[in-house]
């Protein structure tokens, strides 16, 4: 089996129907869905309801939590059921290519079996933004991460764009902590421990995302950044990764977080955000500038601009929290 796609959700709403038949849609059945009911089930009716609502799909497996616990522990629960070689997290009202499955098979081809740890593809976000995830890495290269370095500062901000090698989550025990939305900590603690990424050479978005508000807080996106760096240090390889580390961290920072932020539309958030952001990067700018290898070599040119002129881009921010 090729795929566990794994849907977590709290109500039997329109949304998760939309989800679940953009996975019901595939023209190529290898897959299985770990289904994740997040709620307790207050009377016998509600859980007849659930029964019927899913009783005739194929390749699915229904997990009923016996009281709300979060998005980290039904994850988990998943990890230790899914029989994929591939695992992909789907949120609530999220959907797929009908042609997922299919153009995972095709791209995986391409390398003779060759084992893949984690995959990314290219999504459309609505909502918020409507733009496009994608990368400035090499689309359809296999890195062999034990000598290039490049993914590690260009991996995406998001957990919803990638695919996990099961047997390496399930070999090295990984899982999502609790109650802290660390999506990021999980996906660097992964590709930690790989020895190959690619990010898929597909022509169109393979997923469609809702981008909308945080429901936990927003400097959670950077504030697990701590956790991840000293993660490297615990596993020794933060000092050959530190320059491709730090450049996703800086990143991260000042331009994907403070982006997202903008569109909030809260000027005391906006204005402590890049407070923030400019107290923990002014003065390590300079030196990062100058020295730091994933900074030189990268084809970003809009973090290239923000970079450059740093002041002038937070003093336009900051005329947004007036």
């Given amino acids: 089996m090729l795929v566990s796609f794994v849907i977590t959700w709290q109500e039997i709403e329109e949304n998760v129907n939309e989800t679940l038949q953009s996975v019901l849609n595939q023209t190529d059945d290898d897959y299985e869905i770990i289904l994740i009911s997040d709620k307790m089930l207050e009377d016998n009716q509600e859980f007849v309801i659930l029964r019927n609502y899913f009783w005739d799909i194929k390749n699915i497996k229904t997990v009923v939590n016996s009281s709300i616990q ?19 997290f789907i949120s609530q009202g999220d959907t797929i290519s009908p042609d997922f499955v ?27 933004s409507d733009k496009t995830i994608d990368t400035h890495l090499e689309k359809g290269k ?46 660097y603690k992964v590709l930690g421990q790989t020895d190959t990424y690619l990010f898929l050479d597909t022509e169109k978005p393979l997923e469609e995302v809702y981008l909308g508000q945080v429901q936990y807080s927003v400097f959670d996106l950077v504030n697990q950044w701590t956790h ?82 740093f002041s002038s881009y937070i003093k336009e921010i900051m005329k947004l929290a007036k």
């Fill in 228 to 309: 991840i760096l000293n993660y490297y240090r615990r596993i020794g390889k933060f000092k050959d990764l530190k320059d491709y580390l730090n450049y996703a961290y800086y990143k991260t920072l000042i331009h994907i977080w403070l982006w997202n932020i903008r569109k909030y539309d809260n000027k005391l958030l906006i204005k402590k955000a890049a407070t923030f952001a400019s107290r923990k990067f002014e003065d390590k700018r300079e030196d990062f500038m100058k020295n730091n290898k994933a900074f030189l070599e990268t084809k970003d040119v809009r973090f290239i601009e923000i970079v450059d002129q």
């Fill in 70 to 88: 979060g998005a980290a522990v039904c994850w988990n629960t998943a990890i230790d059921l899914a029989d994929g070689d591939y695992i992909k």
């Fill in 142 to 187: 296999l890195y062999n991460l034990n000598r290039e370095f490049q993914p590690y500062a260009s991996i995406s901000a998001t957990l919803s764009n990638k695919l996990f090698r099961t047997q390496l989550l399930k070999e090295f025990g990984f899982k999502f902590r609790r109650f802290v939305r660390f999506d990021m900590l999980f996906a």
């Fill in 102 to 128: 299919k153009n995972l098979r095709t791209e995986l081809n391409k390398y003779n079996g060759e084992e893949v740890d984690l995959i990314e593809y290219n999504v459309q976000l609505r909502g918020l």
